[in-house]
């Protein structure tokens, strides 16, 4: 089973600063299964990125996500005030899927 | 718009059998998994498992086979997921979600979430 760490556990950053979250894969992955998903309080999570870099359909450009092998990153370029929020990353392999324990992005 | 619409909030106690519904409109229901994830009291998100509404084609995570079963009505566009025993560690948040495609591997539209909270 592959595990998913992402870091940090928690992000302390202001509005129109640059974010930065990793998530580490225990094993290498297909960046194809690779996703990012934002989840706000009380919500249901929102797919954000696939296949590792390909922005979900409304998402913003300043959402970037890059990485291969066991190393992801999403990237967030100038941070607005509602993409404070938790973030997750998922990877789903041979019929096993796995997220990642999430980064809490919080006003600074 | 695709939407996948759960079953509302349940309080059960211990012991007692439950079944929550997700029904996708607006979108051709067998073409599409739909999984189903869980999310406990200020925790993370954990895969339970998926099934293909076609044929109920089902793999559950390791964690979770055996304490739920998944099933789908494709006449009605529905998945279910049920209990047979509930526990107080069953108190959770449940979302269900389409997976995007075999190409991807994604999630692109969630249900809004059922609460079920256990206690006796």
């Known amino acids: 089973e592959i595990v998913l760490t992402q870091s940090p556990g928690t992000l302390s950053l202001s509005p129109g600063e640059r974010a930065t979250l990793s998530c580490r894969a225990s094993?290498?992955?297909?960046?194809?299964?690779l996703a990012w998903y934002q989840q706000k309080p009380g919500q249901a999570p929102r797919l954000l990125i696939y296949?590792?870099?390909s922005r979900a359909t409304g998402i913003p450009d300043r959402f970037t996500g890059s990485g291969s092998g066991t190393d992801f990153t999403l990237t967030i370029s100038r941070l607005e005030p509602e993409d404070f929020a938790v973030y997750y990353c998922?990877?789903?392999?041979?019929?096993?899927?796995?997220f990642g324990q999430g980064t809490k992005l919080e006003i600074k | 718009e695709v939407q996948l619409v759960q079953s509302g909030t349940e309080v059960k106690k211990p012991g007692e059998s439950l079944k929550i519904s997700c029904q996708g409109s607006d979108y051709t229901f067998t073409s599409y998994w739909v999984a189903w994830v869980r999310q406990m009291p200020g925790k993370g998100l954990e895969w339970m498992g998926i099934i293909n509404p076609r044929d109920s084609d089902t793999r559950y995570s390791p964690s979770f086979q055996g304490q739920v079963t998944m099933s789908a009505d494709k006449s009605i566009s529905t998945a279910f997921l049920q209990w047979s025993g509930l526990k107080a560690s069953d108190t959770a948040i449940y979302y269900c979600?389409?997976?995007?495609?075999?190409?991807?591997?994604?999630?692109?539209?969630w249900g809004q979430g059922t609460l079920v909270s256990v206690s006796s």
């Open positions: 998922q990877h789903y392999g041979t019929s096993l899927c796995s």
């Open positions: 094993q290498s992955v297909s960046s194809s299964y």
């Open positions: 979600a389409r997976l995007a495609g075999l190409s991807t591997m994604s999630f692109d539209f």
């Open positions: 296949g590792a870099s």
